[in-house]
């Protein structure tokens, strides 16, 4: 690589001198370093009053010299010296560090001699500019070399590689959730359609984009709505010439993270109902949100998800580029913000594809062999899938009940996915977590069958196992070094058939302890009992151990609590306050969740009413606390009652996302910000 950079005035008219040309070849370093690879220096030389240094790179491009200056005729015959020297066969870059005034005199040496236009029978050529004011660079580029050319703004576009001694290397690809999307320091940056801003109320008293302040301020005063609803307008101070402003409206001590989430999903969403392809998003740093930049950038890579069955069908996606905008300088902490995002939005995509598809699209068949295909490249990953019958209604019998009139359909069998993250180090392990998550492919309550509409929406009752498979994804991802996870996908589809369990059977459980059916719409707690049992076996084994049950299980946590999570934490657990822990992780990026208490009668009221059993699947007699008392059965009937092993439960009943809406993937962001997944 060759970087050349001529030093032009400045544009308050202060002459060109050295200090200036240092600070061009800072710039061109800063661009070089920290955005696509890492170098290291391996010659510095003085020549005709400029410095010119050459780096080598071990990640992949052999060399790298950078030739600021302004006095540049000996330019050609050295750049064709470096690339004879150096073997230079990927690309030379030439950014033009001038204000547009002038533009022409210092193209002028770029075309001397054409020494540009015979470098490119030798090597890639790419101009690049970093202009203060350039209305029309292209063209005037384009004219003056009179030929065609790729450009490269100099807007620090981030590909998402990073090293980390905590963590190890990080290959790019892991955190490319998209090959086009880019952190941009320039927002007039011409790569992009559309500018998105998130209006903070005044009182906060958040800064705007000094070229887009007094805008804002003159259209504030013609139309109040701004602050009221996501709007449109044309801007000439922004890429695209298109402005779309996206208010939280007012915030108050109640509010929580969730409305940063709020305004970035309606801002993206107004930009593409605008026709913008190439969004540019403004991620401001607020103080009352310490995570709000990471749930501002999640908020707007979640309003450009497509279903699974939609994009299967059209592959197209509906942005060609996506950028984010912090500051005007490269920042080390908000790169790391967007690997974060990038990652937990990939982990999110995974569980929005099982949650959100159809019961046929996401049978526990098709659910293997999409959990296989997702993480086929992760190395740190192992997967176990138990489809075998006779091994499941030995090992998990109570989930073989659940899935008996299924079983005569190959595709609807029931299956049990392990999967297991281990860090590359081992002996660094500080906690191991055990999940287990109810994927109930398809609930029609079985012989208590669903009526009057009830049915509808049930294929959404796969979204605790979903939950699972998008968490191990994050971990795998994001590599934490100090985290071992195991995680149980429990599948299986309720249906109704001549082979149905009905109530008054009597089962026995992989725990041993005999449980009398009451209920056949009661099937996600037997469909995660056996598996949560036998990882209270494993934990007992295992460093530090806390267990999670996660489920959209009972339909009076959504009444309870409307759309946030039921946290519910047994003896252990809640010696240490894990469910405030949750509900504090989960305000800081914007999923909500309620602290329950599992009280002794809890317990108590799954024991069995008839002689010799020992639980009743749940108590029809009982008027309130069932979303408590099935936390109860699961600590019962799981051997967990008189262990001192943490286990928390999840009912994401209400918290899950019910149709039309997309599924919420809850509770991966909460989960990873809790236990330190993140970067």
């Known amino acids: 690589m060759v970087f050349y950079g001529i030093a032009?005035?400045?544009?308050?008219?202060?002459?060109?001198?050295?200090?200036?040309?240092?600070?061009?070849?800072?710039?061109?370093?800063?661009?070089?370093?920290?955005?696509?690879?890492?170098?290291?220096?391996?010659m510095s030389m003085p020549k005709e009053n400029q410095h010119i240094l050459t780096f080598a790179n071990p990640n992949g491009i052999r060399r790298c010299t950078i030739l600021p200056g302004e006095h540049s005729n000996f330019l050609p015959h050295l750049a064709h010296e470096v690339v004879d020297m150096w073997d230079v066969d990927s690309a030379i870059i030439v950014p033009i560090v001038v204000s547009a005034n002038g533009l022409d005199q210092h193209l002028s040496r770029l075309t001397l001699d054409g020494w540009i236009?015979?470098?490119?029978?030798?090597?890639?050529?790419i101009v690049g500019y970093d202009c203060l004011k350039s209305p029309e660079i292209d063209m005037i580029i384009m004219r003056a070399l009179g030929l065609p050319f790729e450009?490269?703004?100099?807007?620090?576009?981030?590909?998402?590689?990073?090293?980390?001694?905590?963590?190890?290397?990080?290959?790019?690809?892991?955190?490319?959730?998209?090959?086009?999307?880019?952190?941009?320091?320039?927002?007039?940056?011409?790569?992009?359609?559309?500018?998105?801003?998130?209006?903070?109320?005044?009182?906060?008293?958040?800064?705007?984009?000094?070229?887009?302040?007094?805008?804002?301020?003159?259209?504030?005063?013609?139309?109040?709505?701004?602050?009221?609803?996501?709007?449109?307008?044309?801007?000439?101070?922004?890429?695209?010439?298109r402005l779309v402003l996206s208010p939280t409206g007012k915030i108050s001590p109640y509010h929580d993270a969730k409305v940063v989430r709020d305004a970035a999903f309606k801002g993206m969403i107004r930009a593409l109902e605008?026709?913008?392809?190439?969004?540019?998003?403004?991620?401001?740093?607020?103080?009352?949100?310490?995570?709000?930049?990471?749930?501002?950038?999640?908020?707007?890579?979640?309003?450009?998800?497509?279903?699974?069955?939609?994009?299967?069908?059209?592959?197209?996606?509906?942005?060609?580029?996506?950028?984010?905008?912090?500051?005007?300088?490269?920042?080390?902490?908000?790169?790391?913000?967007?690997?974060?995002?990038?990652?937990?939005?990939?982990?999110?995509?995974?569980?929005?594809?099982?949650?959100?598809?159809?019961?046929?699209?996401?049978?526990?068949?098709?659910?293997?062999?999409?959990?296989?295909?997702?993480?086929?490249?992760?190395s740190n990953i192992t997967i176990k899938i138990i489809d075998d019958q006779e091994m499941?209604?030995?090992?998990?019998?109570?989930?073989?009940?659940?899935?008996r009139a299924s079983s005569q359909i190959e595709r609807h069998k029931p299956r049990v996915v392990e999967l297991e993250y281990k860090p590359s180090d081992i002996a660094r392990v500080t906690q191991t977590l055990l999940l287990v998550g109810k994927g109930v492919t398809y609930d029609t309550g079985g012989a208590d069958l669903k009526i009057s509409g009830k049915m509808a929406g049930m294929c959404r009752d796969k979204g605790g196992a979903a939950a699972v498979a998008g968490f191990l994804k994050a971990c795998s991802l994001l590599k934490p070094p100090h985290l071992k996870v195991k995680g149980v996908l429990?599948?299986?589809?309720?249906?109704?058939?001549?082979?149905?369990?009905?109530?008054?059977?009597?089962?026995?459980?992989?725990?041993?302890?005999?449980?009398?059916?009451?209920?056949?719409?009661?099937?996600?707690?037997?469909?995660?009992?056996?598996?949560?049992?036998?990882?209270?076996?494993?934990?007992?084994?295992?460093?530090?151990?806390?267990?999670?049950?996660?489920?959209?299980?009972?339909?009076?946590?959504?009444?309870?609590?409307g759309n946030y999570t039921a946290a519910l934490d047994n003896h252990s657990a809640r010696?240490?306050?894990h469910a405030s822990a949750l509900q504090f992780s989960g305000s800081r990026l914007g999923e909500g969740f309620e602290v329950s208490f599992i009280r002794p009668e809890d317990l108590s009221v799954n024991n069995g009413k008839c002689k010799g059993d020992d639980l009743v699947q749940v108590d029809m007699e009982a008027k309130c606390r069932h979303h408590q008392l099935a936390g109860g059965f699961l600590i019962k009937v799981g051997g967990l009652e008189d262990k001192n092993i943490k286990y928390t439960h999840l009912d994401i009943a209400g918290a899950a996302g019910t149709a039309p809406n997309e599924p919420t993937a809850v509770p991966i962001l909460t989960l990873c910000h809790v236990h330190k997944v993140l970067m």
């Not at 236009?117 to 050529?125: E, G, N, P």
């Not at 103080?287 to 197209?316: H, K, M, S, W």
């Not at 459980?509 to 059916?517: A, C, E, I, L």
């Open 274 to 378: 605008a026709g913008a392809k190439k969004p540019l998003l403004v991620v401001q740093n607020v103080v009352n949100f310490p995570d709000g930049q990471l749930v501002c950038i999640l908020g707007a890579l979640e309003a450009l998800y497509t279903p699974l069955q939609t994009r299967e069908r059209d592959a197209t996606n509906n942005f060609l580029r996506i950028g984010f905008h912090s500051e005007e300088k490269l920042s080390e902490s908000f790169e790391k913000t967007v690997r974060n995002a990038l990652a937990l939005e990939k982990s999110r995509i995974l569980t929005r594809d099982i949650a959100g598809s159809d019961p046929e699209r996401m049978t526990p068949a098709n659910i293997v062999k999409y959990v296989k295909s997702s993480f086929e490249t992760d």
């Open 575 to 577: 010696g240490t306050n």
């Open 490 to 561: 429990c599948l299986c589809r309720n249906s109704i058939g001549e082979d149905s369990y009905v109530p008054d059977e009597l089962l026995i459980s992989k725990s041993g302890k005999t449980v009398r059916v009451t209920n056949t719409d009661a099937e996600g707690r037997f469909a995660m009992a056996d598996a949560l049992y036998k990882m209270g076996v494993l934990a007992e084994n295992e460093l530090n151990p806390h267990l999670y049950t996660i489920a959209t299980l009972t339909g009076h946590a959504r009444l309870c609590y």
């Open 8 to 42: 032009g005035k400045r544009e308050d008219g202060s002459p060109d001198d050295y200090e200036q040309k240092m600070a061009i070849m800072n710039s061109l370093s800063t661009f070089a370093f920290q955005t696509c690879v890492k170098f290291y220096p391996v």
């Open 392 to 403: 499941i209604a030995e090992e998990y019998p109570l989930l073989a009940a659940v899935a």
């Open 117 to 125: 236009k015979s470098l490119m029978q030798k090597a890639r050529v």
């Open 151 to 241: 450009h490269n703004r100099m807007s620090r576009d981030v590909y998402i590689e990073y090293s980390d001694n905590r963590r190890g290397k990080m290959s790019g690809p892991e955190f490319k959730l998209y090959s086009n999307v880019f952190i941009e320091t320039n927002i007039q940056c011409i790569d992009y359609d559309a500018v998105i801003l998130i209006l903070y109320p005044e009182d906060l008293k958040i800064p705007l984009p000094r070229h887009i302040g007094s805008f804002i301020d003159k259209i504030a005063k013609v139309d109040k709505h701004i602050h009221k609803a996501a709007t449109v307008w044309h801007c000439d101070y922004v890429s695209g010439g």
